[in-house]
């Protein structure tokens, strides 16, 4: 990959903020080697730590070197992006690694890359033959991989892939998202669909779905009378953000037997991620959430430590008109319920307490995802 090759990516109509981990500095420096690197660079963060990884993607991956964790880092760099560079076309890049190291470390070397646009995620992958190969080899094929691809987001005929043996595995995704979709990522609009504000809205990030919700959802309607919308939002306080491909598969894991919820109940996609944001835009609506739910919706880390705000917060849900429909949840002190906690007044009188005999269910997507 020469000085030529780079040249070819300084000269097109693109800017980015590429973020890596564990490995990929490489492309970083044959991209600053080369004349013309603020046509294409407009930042680069190294998040190696894992506590500087969660700030940059604000919330805490599930696998720090994993393809989801790859598209996170690409889109918190995009959001990083569209906010510096309005006149062309931005990107955001994001990679992680596990490469050859001097101490033992169960599992492949590999490689993940993934770029975030406005109309698209895409993603590609290479687990390493690593017979032979040092780290500083494994490096510099982790660079060619993410210049490579980002020639390909810019249209350039490059065949990238040619140092890699035919023993690499590589793979690659990608999602050319619905206007709609790209719409609620730019922040232009704030649900997908817009139809009518539901009466009885399911927040979740339904990762996945498991009988826990569906029997909660049903329980809902039959005690409210109204139907569920299922909402998910592309933003979360505690985790990094959802792209394209993630939305696709979560949309296509709730059409897949043998529950279909999406025959049952629509799905929404909004960029709401905190209680308030969703009340308004669903003002009146109840919402169903579990007791650890609840619990968040009053914990004041939420609200930059500060009660006054969260108090005005939960004022503002009750002037909305809204209610929680709360269900209980086993823990390590036993079953929890509504009665357990202490609750402001404002929050209180607007909650629908389900009583452990109506309805128990213990099972979480946390635990379905493990097993």
């Not at 993603?123 to 500083?136: G, L, Y």
Request: proline share 5%; hydrophobic share 40%; charged share 25%.
């Amino acid at each position: 990959m020469d000085n030529e090759f780079i040249q070819q990516i300084h000269n097109q109509d693109g800017k980015f903020v590429l973020a890596v981990t564990g490995g990929g500095a490489s492309a970083l420096a044959k991209l600053l080697a080369v004349p013309g690197a603020s046509n294409t660079l407009l930042s680069a963060f190294i998040p190696y730590h894992d506590k500087e990884l969660n700030r940059y993607l604000g919330g805490s991956p599930e696998s720090a070197g994993s393809s989801q964790t790859a598209r996170a880092l690409a889109m918190a760099s995009w959001q990083r992006a569209r906010k510096m560079e309005q006149e062309v076309p931005v990107y955001g890049v994001g990679c992680t690694s596990a490469l050859a190291t001097n101490r033992q470390r169960r599992g492949d070397d590999r490689c993940f890359v993934a770029i975030q646009s406005a109309e698209s995620t895409m993603e590609i992958a290479v687990t390493f033959d690593k017979s032979e190969r040092n780290r500083e080899e494994e490096e510099n094929l982790c660079g060619t991989l993410i210049l490579g691809f980002i020639a390909e987001a810019l249209g350039i005929n490059f065949d990238y892939l040619g140092g890699f043996r035919k023993t690499d595995s590589i793979t690659r995704n990608q999602k050319l998202a619905d206007p709609s979709w790209q719409a609620l990522i730019a922040g232009d609009t704030n649900v997908t669909p817009a139809n009518n504000p539901p009466a009885l809205v399911f927040p979740g990030a339904f990762n996945p779905m498991h009988n826990g919700h569906v029997k909660m959802a049903e329980y809902a309607e039959k005690l409210i009378g109204e139907k569920v919308t299922l909402e998910i939002s592309i933003f979360n306080v505690d985790k990094p953000p959802l792209d394209f491909i993630e939305m696709q598969s979560r949309y296509d894991a709730l059409q897949e037997e043998p529950s279909a919820v999406l025959n049952k109940w629509p799905l929404v996609f909004s960029n709401a991620p905190t209680f308030v944001e969703k009340c308004r835009l669903f003002p009146g609506a109840t919402l169903i959430v579990g007791i650890d739910t609840l619990k968040r919706i009053i914990e004041m880390k939420y609200y930059d430590s500060s009660k006054d705000k969260r108090d005005q917060a939960l004022q503002e849900i009750d002037n909305l008109g809204n209610r929680f429909m709360v269900f209980g949840r086993q823990t390590s002190e036993g079953f929890v319920t509504l009665a357990d906690l202490d609750l402001p007044a404002s929050l209180s009188h607007s909650c629908i307490s389900v009583a452990e005999e109506d309805f128990r269910e213990d099972m979480s997507s946390t635990e379905k995802r493990a097993g």
